[in-house]
């Protein structure tokens, strides 16, 4: 059985200690359906800003690699990321962008799920069109449904306990993670 199951990463996109989408990230492993195991990915945090003289000089950072090999071994990404400006998160943007130019893209073909979390009611929402749009670019295979965004959250996430508080969205967060793994399965990867 532990050959057949399925090897999900996640990947942050807010670097802070007491992110609210961390506390849905680390939640994930106790939520996921039989036969799934969810891992966080390596960090992305000390990556260098994007540049191109880098990559043409010294060659992909080391950190750069390591999280290229890891998508590439995935069976699936799950990116856990605030919405800033409307927008991905610079950190989580760079890392992408990194990533994209790594030989044998690791994205293409790769499942993928999104959530957000934002102490506003949308929960993140326009975050999750500019990621959807990027793995368009990077012929990833993005879930479409259910989706995760979790709106008030200070209400639903307690970071003083660093869990979620809300069996809503539990039940919710579940449900993604059932759908994720019939997506992946249906795409060719493990089921
Ligand atoms: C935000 N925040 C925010 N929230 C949102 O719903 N839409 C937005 O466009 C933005 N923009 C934004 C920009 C920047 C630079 C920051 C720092 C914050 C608020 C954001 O959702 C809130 O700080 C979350 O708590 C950040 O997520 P973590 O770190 O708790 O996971």
Redo the contacts with the bound molecule.
């Keep these: 059985m532990a050959d057949k199951a399925l090897n999900i990463i996640s990947i942050?996109?807010?670097?802070?200690k007491?992110?609210?989408?961390?506390?849905v990230m680390n939640a994930l492993p106790a939520l996921a359906p039989e036969g799934m195991q969810i891992k966080e990915a390596p960090p992305i945090a000390e990556f260098p800003l994007y540049n191109a003289d880098i990559q043409n000089s010294t060659g992909f950072p080391a950190a750069v690699q390591t999280l290229a090999d890891a998508i590439r071994s995935a069976d699936g990404v799950i990116f856990?990321?605030?919405?800033?400006?409307?927008?991905i998160?610079a950190p989580l943007k760079n890392a992408i962008d990194w990533v994209s130019r790594v030989p044998n893209q690791p994205f293409a073909g790769k499942p993928i799920a999104l959530q957000s979390?934002?102490?506003?009611p949308?929960?993140?929402g326009?975050?999750q069109y500019d990621l959807r749009r990027s793995m368009v670019f990077l012929d990833a295979l993005t879930l479409n449904k259910p989706e995760i965004f979790i709106g008030n959250?200070a209400q639903r996430l307690d970071d003083k306990t660093g869990r979620i508080s809300d069996e809503q969205t539990v039940g919710l967060i579940k449900q993604q993670l059932a759908a994720f793994a019939k997506f992946i399965g249906a795409h060719g990867g493990k089921s």
């Design positions: 942050c996109g807010s670097l802070r007491g992110s609210y989408n961390r506390i856990n990321s605030p919405e800033y400006n409307f927008g998160p979390a934002s102490p506003g949308l929960g993140g326009r975050v959250c």
